[in-house]
């Protein structure tokens, strides 16, 4: 599993390569808690994300998937143990975190593409605001990317006139127009009717089979196979079991794990 | 077995009045019919009343000379003015306390609905204790409170409280000196707007640098300099004047200087604090109404704060403050027209109380009234659907 992985990263994002060495890890998680009150949500996490390595992260409703992965680019406030994104470690300070978010992208179950604003000007106000792209140069990256998601003809639309399917895949866009370097993806694929889940998917699996670092949080198992370098098993809020996915699927460790696949895999 | 013999050309047959198009046709010439009568019997019966009192109609009265006194005037008047010129000096009235009121009210209650939302405890909890407290306690009495329990408790003109800069308020009012800029001074003014329109160009400017080349001018603070700098180097070098006539307490009553008499003063207070109040709520439930997932995604992208809410939150939740906004502004300026309880000569108390009483027209005092309020509401809408159509979010 590694070999493969090891030369899509070599081919593609050749200038992501000098920006990090890759033995440097993309994201370090080491001994994290994190509460909701007197609720303990994430229990004693490491993880460690190598850059260009693409990772599943299953589990039950409710086992903090979701919470973990939003603490990587701190829209949740972890409480022990730290977090390190490229290099930068994640502590209250507001520079940092801006730091960090503007080298990780995020995609949401619910899209939250900015419904006053055009499909383009979803894409290129990050650019322009963020980065000081000039606002030409962010439409053509913005068009790029759209016809990389294949709705190129969308871009004076505005999102409320899309479908869920179309809107998911601009807001992936709108996410690669800030040239992240961490792609994380929060149930990409939860919200979608069920004919519509086929094309944000395809649209994954060309991202990471460019050497995209990638974290999602999904229960599509079958992605999971097709691109995971790395499946993770989480339940309440700990990290029971990881493991390539071949591995993951055929020979399950732990009861809970087996339990759960059980349950999806029918 | 007939009806099938018949064949689907002819449909079945219906009673005409289960018709629905017929039965629309029918109610609407009925309801038509009984509003035409009743609008005449009115008319009959108001005309055959009035005649039998011996009293006649008309507008005339308009351009007799009033002779009563105004305390508070923008126009010129005196008691040789006309009843048309009581009505505007009405107008004008209303019209100055609602415009001041809206630009206070609005000020005040987007600060507070915005300090709602703080996460400071002691902020968002004296905003809150403000909301319940001025909603809750009705309008009139609030205007009894700040004329007769505030201003008309200050002392007498004799021993008035003295203010910084020459001024004084007491029993009478707030007193401060007037501005007398000489002739040099147009100068300033129009120094004043090259500063506007060098702001606008500027803006402009900026935004297609930003869009070229991705940077960022400091727009706000060059703005602000700008307008502070280029006039009052204008006024350096015309070497514009500006005396001052400063009220000066004379034998009754202070003389010269502006004064701004407690009616106007009190309605002012009443109308802005209560009315924002309720602008708070609605601010505060337009920023709520805008989903914290769009907060979360800009966040994501990795746009700072003020960005966010310039970009991003201010301008989704505009379309929801802005309906209810409008209507506190018609609310405002109807709700001054409580003016006439603490004696503020506006339109109502003016033209349908004291001309009234004078004339005896009250069909046609009561009328001019309405239609006036009528027509500051309707353009005030019509401004505001403007406005919302422009800012409509595109669905389909």
Redesign the interface.
Known sequence: MSEPSQTTAASGQATRQDKATSTKPAIEIIGMHKWYGDFHVLRDINLTVGDGERIVIAGPSGSGKSTLIRCV?R?EEHQEGQIIVNGVELTADLKRI?EV??E???V?Q?F?????LTILQNLT??P??????????AEATAMHYLERVKIPEQAN??P??LSGGQQQRV?IA??LC?QPRIM?FDEPTSALDPEMVKEVLDVMISLAEEGMTMICVTHEMGFARQVADRVIFMDQGQIIEQNEPEQFFSNPQHERTKLFLSQILH | MTALDAGPTEAPRTFFFNDPVIRGIVYQIVVGLILVSFIAWIIGNTAANLAAQNKTTGFDFLWKTAGFDISFSLLPWSRASTYWQAFLVGITNTLLVAFIGIVVATILGFTIGIARLSSNFIISSLATVYVETIRNIPLLLQLFFWYFAVLKTMPAVRDSYELPLDSFINQRGIFFPQPLPDAQFGFVWIGLAVAIVGVLVLRRWARKRLEATGQRFPVFLTSLAVLLVLPALVWLISGAQVAFDPPVLGRFNFEGGVQLPPEFLALLFGLSIYTASFIAETVRGGIQAVNHGQTEAAQSLGLKEGDRLRLVIVPQAMRVIVPPLTSQYLNLTKNSSLGAAIGYPELVNVFSGTALNQTGRAIECIALTMLVYLILSLLTSAIMNWYNARVTLVER
């Open positions: 680019n829209l801006d978010r503007r990780v992208g995020m949401f619910h939250n593409l900015f419904p006053h106000l990050a322009i605001w963020v980065r000081g792209t000039p606002k030409a140069a639309k505005f409320g006139q807001a709108r996410s800030m994380l």
